[in-house]
């Protein structure tokens, strides 16, 4: 059988649980990546937002087409529990880290439509901050130095802005052009 294009690549998918995360760690596994899956939503321990797709679910869907999918719970608003996942990986891998995908969000209930910013709940405003741009630097903060130790890898950053365009709330248009 022919080797897959990512056969022996390392991926850490930060925010894999659902949507652009889960698709784009399933395909890394398509291609024979070992994908470390990560978020906050296990099973037994449902999102706070009543979701109920895991990181379990989404490592075995990457196994399933091929790669080796490793479930890791990683609240990444936390540099501890961050950093112990590098630790992990860098441990596992011999030091590999060949992809890192930021694609974390979890501001879905946190965007108030038709409400002047000022008028909106402050700390649903900075929680998506912290959701949305401070995990992609907690992440980046402690990934990037395995690929800076081998000279080689790759950082995805995924959002949905594209343009600096006002999108109808102030909290999620920073979010969405800041990454």
């Known amino acids: ?7 022996g690549k390392v991926a850490v998918v930060a925010g894999a649980t659902r ?17 470390y899956c990560t978020g906050r939503s ?6 706070d937002i009543g979701r109920t ?23 990444h608003t936390s540099p501890e529990q961050v950093k112990a996942l590098f630790e992990r990986v860098e441990k596992e891998q011999d030091g590999r880290l060949d992809i890192l995908v930021n694609d974390i969000w979890g501001g879905e209930n946190l ?34 130095p395995m690929m800076i130790k081998r000279k080689e890898g ?8 594209s343009t600096y365009n ?5 909290y999620y248009s920073l979010a969405k052009i800041s990454p």
């Open 154 to 161: 790759l950082i995805i950053e995924i959002t949905d802005g």
């Open 53 to 75: 797709e895991t990181i379990d679910e989404t490592a075995e869907m990457v196994t399933a087409r091929g790669g080796i999918g490793i479930a890791v719970r990683t609240d």
């Open 1 to 7: 059988m022919d080797k897959k294009p990512l056969e």
């Open 42 to 47: 296990v099973r037994g321990e449902a999102s």
């Open 111 to 144: 965007t108030h439509w038709n409400t002047p910013f000022w008028e909106q709940p402050l700390a649903d405003g900075l929680l998506m901050q912290e959701r949305a741009v401070r995990t992609h630097l907690i992440t980046s903060y402690y990934g990037v």
């Open 19 to 35: 949507g652009a995360g889960r698709g784009i760690a399933v395909m890394l596994g398509a291609a024979g990546a070992t994908v």
């Open 166 to 170: 006002y999108r109808g709330n102030v």
